[in-house]
């Protein structure tokens, strides 16, 4: 299946602090990515869908200005967590669909995660 | 509108037993049925789809499931369970007639495999 890298695993940071997380497509063009936020009770929280070369769409409540997304080209997606504080601690996932061939059945292929926390 | 239920929390299952998994879904048109694992701090690895077709689909490292239209499930079916299956598992649907081509995910069901 198409392999997704997402970067760093593991991040801390001070409070007030900005936070860049890298994802990318490794072996497939990805038009669209998908940034997910996982809490302890296991659920997930879609964030934002980012587009190439347009802006992302963010789920209601989520603070656009706050979470920073950039889609600067089919391969990489970028999350910045902008001044940072102890309740954005979380575990962060991105994903991405395969359109090879133009056909796409839905199935999303993700990242490893990355675990913020924040002091 | 597309929405999944995984109505366990939690399913615990003796190492060699059979496992299921329970997922309900929703959806006004026709559903693409996905599952997923993840293992404690990783990412969600694809299991198995449903599309089209048989029934019964098989996937990833010994899993199958199930789909019922009449039941709107899609369990997720493993005939001898092992220690290493242990993990959280999620369901999710997108609606083949609906705009949206995200799809919607469970809320994730804890799977413990006892030795």
């Known amino acids: 299946g198409a392999v997704v890298s997402q970067h760093p695993s593991r991040v801390i940071c001070k409070s007030g602090t900005s936070v860049k997380i890298e994802c990318r497509s490794l072996?497939?063009?990805?038009?669209?990515m998908f940034w997910y936020r996982q809490f302890p009770k296991k659920s997930l929280m879609l964030m934002a869908t980012s587009n190439e070369g347009s802006k992302a769409t963010y789920e209601q409540g989520v603070e656009k200005d706050k979470f920073l997304i950039n889609h600067a080209s089919l391969t990489l997606s970028t999350l910045t967590v902008t001044s940072a504080h102890p309740e954005d601690s979380s575990f962060y996932i991105c994903?991405?669909?395969?359109?090879?061939?133009?056909?796409?059945?839905?199935?999303?292929?993700f990242g490893e995660g990355s675990r913020l926390t924040v002091l | 509108a597309q929405s999944v239920a995984q109505p366990e929390d939690q399913v615990n299952v003796a190492e060699g037993n059979p496992l299921t998994v329970k997922c309900t879904y929703s959806v006004s048109g026709n559903p693409y049925l996905f599952w997923y694992v993840q293992y404690p701090n990783r990412g969600l690895q694809f299991l198995l789809k449903?599309?089209?077709?048989?029934?019964l689909v098989k996937g990833s490292y010994g899993f199958e499931a199930e789909f019922n239209k009449s039941q709107t499930s899609f369990h997720l079916k493993k005939p001898s369970a092992l220690v290493s299956d242990s993990a959280l598992y999620f369901c999710a649907v997108r609606d083949m007639g609906g705009g949206s081509y995200i799809p919607t995910f469970g809320r994730g069901t804890s799977l413990i495999v006892h030795p």
């Open positions: 994903s991405a669909r395969d359109r090879a061939g133009g056909t796409n059945t839905g199935e999303l292929f």
């Open positions: 449903y599309i089209t077709g048989d029934n």
């Open positions: 072996d497939f063009q990805a038009t669209t």
